[in-house]
């Protein structure tokens, strides 16, 4: 199944703004716009927080302090409102994002502040690996929940390498980690007991990840129920 085409800010302006007046249905909308319900109410939840400019795509790197990211998450677990009401008070931009972090507090994961500290991490130098340092590398990324800025400081890699290993992993799994360049060990290298515990440790890692998403998702449902 294909990737949604993104909603141009326009259109969800539009969409809202047919809502507010009375034009048509929370769930009508929804279908005409191509989203779900739960995203049409993200962006009713934006707009009454921050107004128009709560619509509009905000970059990948937007900061967010440690402070504000616990006390949202903390707001959430006392019970003080949905996800999608601590997303409004707390000008947070999508229910994921705000699950993302309540996932890592979940996990007894430091929740970092966005930028400052981080663009020292981000600077960090790439470095030469081999085969099974980046396997090593990436199966620890993925049972950390693609903590990024844990892995970099962990074995002094680059930002922009880990990013690249993980989404090559993802794409072509073990084989997407082999460097073409030089004569680096490749999997035709490998010993059939080499591969197998290469396969393996990248499994348990997305076992571990999908695992604590798993608990997390249950908590967070088992709240929404009570509110119910």
């Not at 009508?28 to 009454?48: D, I, M």
């Not at 962990?154 to 794409?171: C, R, T």
Request: hydrophobic fraction near 30%.
């Amino acid at each position: 199944m294909g990737r949604k085409a993104m909603i141009s800010y326009e259109k969800k302006l539009e969409a809202v703004e047919k809502y507010k007046q009375g034009e048509e249905s929370q769930g009508s909308l929804a279908r005409e716009y191509g989203v779900e319900r739960t995203s049409f109410q993200q962006w009713l939840a934006n707009y009454e927080a921050m107004g128009p400019s709560g619509l509009a795509t905000r970059p990948t790197n937007s900061r967010y302090s440690a402070e504000l990211k616990t006390a949202a998450v903390e707001a959430y677990l006392r019970g003080e409102g949905s996800l999608v009401d601590i997303c409004k008070g707390y000008n947070i931009p999508s229910k994921t994002q705000l699950l993302n972090w309540i996932t890592r507090y979940n996990g007894h994961k430091e929740l970092r502040s966005t930028g400052g500290r981080g663009r020292k991490i981000y600077m960090t130098k790439g470095r030469l690996t081999t085969l099974d340092e980046r396997i090593e590398i990436v199966s620890y990324c993925i049972a950390k929940g693609k903590d990024y800025a844990a892995a970099i400081e962990k074995y002094g890699v680059s930002y922009q390498q880990i990013y690249s290993w993980v989404g090559k992993y993802e794409k072509k799994g073990v084989d997407g980690l082999i460097d073409k360049r030089g004569k680096r060990k490749s999997l035709d290298e490998m010993t059939e007991v080499e591969r197998l515990r290469a396969e393996i440790k990248m499994l348990k890692a997305e076992n571990e990840q999908k695992e604590m998403e798993i608990a997390v998702l249950k908590k967070v449902q088992e709240i929404e129920r009570r509110r119910c």
